[in-house]
Structure formats: structure tokens, C-alpha cells
């Protein structure tokens, strides 16, 4: 950790983000509370963004820039962020997104008035790539706000979300004692439930944050399937054979496991994590099938030939195609 003393520091990984990375730095300098660090952390890009950040560096203080010699993949370079951060506080920023200015002030009075609160973040508009709004996500419905770990758990890992939280202002102090996020499919969405179990999150009930939507985002879907997102977690991996599901559950698991909670607490999350693998059944085996049968199916006389059948049974019976209508597209 940095030795500077910022009460916040905001970290922003980037990779070839010239197209917004200004408006979203203008963002965060213009936050009405002031006593914050932004650290930058140019994972070799090849655009103009060496040049923008060096720019703002230039002439505000309290902005650092990092360039890595070699890209790290995400995940590593968010990571690198949050290591080279001094904050009391901590909140990643992606270099497309904007902020309203009272964000990290409002952010930083709940942190500061509720011990029990780890996370603080606020409803997220929608925008597209000419800053228009288009929609708003709102995690309202999920209990991450409730007393009781077990809960906010249960609906961190069992309600689709596409994780806003992760943007949200963090205690330092808890964020190290995590893995952060770690090269593999799914590890953001891992450790927000970590930090579920470690206290609990607050909504902030207006829309203060503007999540940006384009081509090359990953919530976008430019990567549609969990299979094909390895790359963007770390690029050394791209195309490798991976079980995102598989490895979510152990995940999970070993979270629960490390987390200090009460013995009935502790219990009670691994009951979550039991009703959970029973929603993930399909998921669980569509794994199997893309990275084990898959390539059998499409590379043996034999495994063609059972394709061949599959797709036959597709055709011409409901039942097969309600069971694998997921597995279908993949073939």
C-alpha cells in the first residue's frame, strides 16, 4: 500500500480507453468531497490513453498513472489498483463510466456512521455510447442491506444481477482480506459475496453512478457465454478449457469457509450454497458438455455421429427440445 494519506482512493484500470476515459476522470475530479487519490493503471495500451492520463497527471496531484509493460489481463490490473492505493476507503472505477458529484461524499458519510456497513453504492443509470441515458439498474430488491449474512449471501449469489456493487465504495480493511479478483470467470461476482459476509452493503436510493454500455463492454455481452470470458480475466488464457460454474461453487464454498462468521451463520450460508448448486444443475453440466463432450462431438467419427442423432432428437421431439435448447447453440 501507498504511504500518502487520502481518506479515498479510486482506482482505474484501463486498456485502450481514449474514447471515455476523459469524461469519466472530469467525473471524479469534479466529486465534492476532495481528500481522494486516483490511481490509473494503463495495462499497455495502444491507443492515446498514455497520453490523456499523463495530461490530467500533469495537473492535478492527486492523480497517479501506472503504465505495465505488458498487459496484464484484468483482473491482475485491478488488483494492481487496489495494491497501489493508500485510501481509507477504496472504489474501482472503470474508464468509461461517469459519477455524479455527491457520489463519494454520500458514499463516504454512510461509511462513516455505520460500522456494519462494508459496501456503499447507489442506484446506476444506464448509458449508452453518446452519454445518453437509456435505462436505469436498480438492486433494490436484493436484502443486502440485512443484519443477518446469510441473506445478504443468498441473494448476491441467487438473483441475477450484473454486479454494479463491485463499483461501489469499500472498506479497505476488509477488501485485503480477500482474494480481490482473481483470474478466473466469475471472481467479481465472488467477491462481492465475500464482502457480503463480512457486513453489509447500503443503497444509496438515488442514481448517482452511470454504468456505460458498448460494444466492447464486458456487460454488454460482447463475450455472451461464460466460456468465452477467461480472456478478459486474464489474457493469458483466452481460449483455454474452463468450468465457470464448477469453479463458482468451489469458490463460494471456500468463501463461507474463511469468513468470520457464527457457527449457526456459517451453517446457514452452507445451506445457501446446497439450494444454489440445485439451481445450477444446467449450468453445472453445460460445462461439462462445452469443455468435455463437446469436443468429442466435433472431432471424432463417432462423436459426429451422436451429434447428428442429438440434433435429430432436436428436430422432432418438444421434450428434447425444452431439455436442450441451452446446448443447442453451443453444438
Given at each position: 500500500m501507498n504511504n500518502n494519506n487520502h481518506r479515498v482512493s479510486i482506482g482505474m484500470p484501463v486498456y485502450n480507453g481514449d474514447n471515455f476515459i476523459k469524461e469519466a476522470i472530469d467525473s471524479i475530479l469534479a466529486q465534492t468531497f476532495t481528500d481522494f487519490e486516483l490511481?490509473?493503471?494503463?495495462n499497455a495500451s495502444t491507443d492515446g490513453t498514455a497520453e490523456i492520463c499523463k495530461a490530467y497527471a500533469t495537473k492535478d496531484q492527486r492523480i497517479r498513472y501506472y503504465r505495465n509493460e505488458q498487459n496484464l489481463g484484468a483482473a491482475k490490473n485491478y488488483?494492481?489498483?487496489?495494491?497501489?492505493?493508500?485510501?481509507?476507503?477504496?472504489?474501482?472505477?472503470?474508464?468509461?463510466?461517469?459519477?455524479?458529484?455527491?457520489?463519494?461524499?454520500?458514499?463516504?458519510?454512510?461509511?462513516?456512521?455505520?460500522?456494519?456497513v462494508v459496501l456503499c453504492y447507489s442506484k446506476a443509470g444506464k448509458i449508452d455510447q453518446n452519454s445518453a441515458l437509456v435505462g436505469i439498474y436498480d438492486d433494490s430488491e436484493m436484502k443486502v442491506d440485512?443484519?443477518?449474512?446469510?441473506?445478504?449471501?443468498?441473494?448476491?449469489?441467487?438473483?441475477?444481477?450484473?454486479?454494479?456493487?463491485?463499483?461501489?465504495?469499500?472498506r479497505a480493511s476488509a477488501l485485503k482480506t480477500t482474494p480481490l479478483i482473481a483470474s478466473y470467470v466469475t471472481s467479481d461476482r465472488i467477491?462481492?459475496?465475500?464482502?457480503?459476509?463480512?457486513?453489509?452493503?447500503?443503497?444509496?436510493?438515488?442514481?448517482?453512478?452511470?454504468r456505460r454500455y458498448h460494444p466492447q463492454a464486458l456487460s454488454s455481452g460482447a463475450y455472451p457465454r461464460l466460456q468465452t470470458r477467461l480472456g478478459w480475466f486474464d489474457s493469458?488464457?483466452?481460449?483455454?478449457?474452463?468450468?465457470?460454474?464448477?469453479?463458482?461453487?468451489?469458490?463460494?464454498?471456500?468463501?463461507?469457509?474463511r469468513a468470520p462468521l457464527s457457527?449457526?451463520?456459517?451453517?446457514?450460508?452452507?445451506?445457501?450454497?446446497?439450494?444454489?448448486?440445485?439451481?445450477q444443475w444446467s449450468g453445472l453440466f453445460k460445462d461439462l458438455v462445452i469443455a468435455v463432450i463437446q469436443p468429442f462431438l466435433l472431432t471424432s467419427r463417432l462423436g459426429r455421429r451422436v451429434l447428428a442423432a442429438v440434433k435429430f432428437v432436436l428436430r422432432h421431439s418438444s421434450m428434447g427440445r425444452k431439455v436442450m435448447a441451452g446446448f443447442y447453440d453451443q453444438w
Amino acid at each position: 500500500m501507498n504511504n500518502n494519506n487520502h481518506r479515498v482512493s479510486i482506482g482505474m484500470p484501463v486498456y485502450n480507453g481514449d474514447n471515455f476515459i476523459k469524461e469519466a476522470i472530469d467525473s471524479i475530479l469534479a466529486q465534492t468531497f476532495t481528500d481522494f487519490e486516483l490511481v490509473i493503471s494503463d495495462n499497455a495500451s495502444t491507443d492515446g490513453t498514455a497520453e490523456i492520463c499523463k495530461a490530467y497527471a500533469t495537473k492535478d496531484q492527486r492523480i497517479r498513472y501506472y503504465r505495465n509493460e505488458q498487459n496484464l489481463g484484468a483482473a491482475k490490473n485491478y488488483n494492481r489498483v487496489f495494491e497501489l492505493s493508500s485510501g481509507e476507503y477504496f472504489r474501482w472505477a472503470a474508464h468509461d463510466d461517469v459519477l455524479a458529484p455527491e457520489l463519494i461524499e454520500r458514499c463516504v458519510e454512510v461509511l462513516d456512521q455505520d460500522l456494519s456497513v462494508v459496501l456503499c453504492y447507489s442506484k446506476a443509470g444506464k448509458i449508452d455510447q453518446n452519454s445518453a441515458l437509456v435505462g436505469i439498474y436498480d438492486d433494490s430488491e436484493m436484502k443486502v442491506d440485512s443484519q443477518k449474512p446469510h441473506e445478504r449471501f443468498h441473494d448476491l449469489i441467487s438473483i441475477p444481477h450484473i454486479c454494479i456493487s463491485i463499483f461501489g465504495l469499500i472498506r479497505a480493511s476488509a477488501l485485503k482480506t480477500t482474494p480481490l479478483i482473481a483470474s478466473y470467470v466469475t471472481s467479481d461476482r465472488i467477491l462481492l459475496g465475500e464482502l457480503s459476509l463480512m457486513g453489509r452493503f447500503y443503497i444509496l436510493p438515488e442514481q448517482l453512478f452511470c454504468r456505460r454500455y458498448h460494444p466492447q463492454a464486458l456487460s454488454s455481452g460482447a463475450y455472451p457465454r461464460l466460456q468465452t470470458r477467461l480472456g478478459w480475466f486474464d489474457s493469458q488464457k483466452a481460449g483455454r478449457i474452463n468450468f465457470p460454474t464448477w469453479r463458482s461453487g468451489i469458490e463460494y464454498f471456500k468463501a463461507v469457509t474463511r469468513a468470520p462468521l457464527s457457527w449457526s451463520e456459517r451453517l446457514l450460508c452452507y445451506a445457501q450454497m446446497g439450494a444454489w448448486l440445485k439451481r445450477q444443475w444446467s449450468g453445472l453440466f453445460k460445462d461439462l458438455v462445452i469443455a468435455v463432450i463437446q469436443p468429442f462431438l466435433l472431432t471424432s467419427r463417432l462423436g459426429r455421429r451422436v451429434l447428428a442423432a442429438v440434433k435429430f432428437v432436436l428436430r422432432h421431439s418438444s421434450m428434447g427440445r425444452k431439455v436442450m435448447a441451452g446446448f443447442y447453440d453451443q453444438w
